[in-house]
């Protein structure tokens, strides 16, 4: 079984000063992450301007987490061929609202 290898941001620099209560409903999230699963595509990179990095390059196997689209705005590419498999997800921290509730539509 091959070992996933893990590429980190720094995320208490790029969060500092951002608390629960100053993101946005809807963006609850303080991390996401995604592993790459093939590479017998072309295009569909995740592309991160504000960083001047994509994940063309990033090895089959890898992760890289980062904070969302707080400080890491982020697009994908258009597929241009095959299929690309990937694993995505997102850490969030919940703490109680009063009478607040994500709505879609204010999104």
């Known amino acids: 079984m091959k070992k996933i290898k893990i590429l980190l ?7 500092n000063g ?4 100053s993101i946005p409903l809807g963006v609850g999230f303080v991390a996401a992450y995604f592993v790459k699963l093939n590479n017998n595509f072309e295009g569909c990179e995740t592309v991160f301007p504000r960083q001047e990095w994509n994940t063309k390059d990033l090895p089959v196997g ?9 400080t890491h705005p982020h697009y994908t590419t258009r597929l241009a061929s095959g299929i690309k498999y990937s694993l995505v997800g997102r850490v969030t921290i919940l ?13």
Not at 95 to 107: G, L, M, Q, T, V
Request: proline share 6%.
């Open 18 to 21: 951002i608390d629960n209560k």
């Open 95 to 107: 703490s109680p609202r009063e009478n607040e509730f994500d709505d879609i539509a204010k999104i």
């Open 9 to 15: 941001c720094d995320l208490a620099n790029d969060l």
């Open 62 to 70: 890898h992760m890289v987490t980062f904070p969302g689209v707080i």
